[in-house]
């Protein structure tokens, strides 16, 4: 959710600002869509593995992207579908 509103909020602030909070919304659209799969998997308990690697997946990938921002560098996050441009 946090990620919809910072790139609504901020998608008109230049191109970097708009193509970072791009990529932040499409990590989260990615993770909340394996989350789903993940919880009808519980019962046969490999979706809280998948659910515990998404997660896990979903922090780093984010830590990284602010840390490549911060530098100014775009960084497009691996195994992640464009979904929003």
């Known amino acids: 959710m946090g990620s919809l509103i910072i790139y609504l909020m901020f998608k008109d602030r230049g191109d970097f600002v708009r193509k970072n909070a791009a990529n932040s919304l499409n990590v989260q659209i990615i993770t909340g869509i394996i989350l789903v799969i993940s919880v009808p998997l519980m019962f046969v308990l490999v979706g809280f593995a998948t659910y515990a690697i998404a997660l896990v997946w979903a922090f780093v990938v984010h830590v ?22």
Request: proline letters at 14%; charged letters at 20%; glycine letters at 10%.
């Open 64 to 85: 990284i992207g602010a840390m490549k921002a911060n530098k100014g560098e775009l960084w497009n996050p691996p195994m992640t579908p464009q979904f929003v441009k």
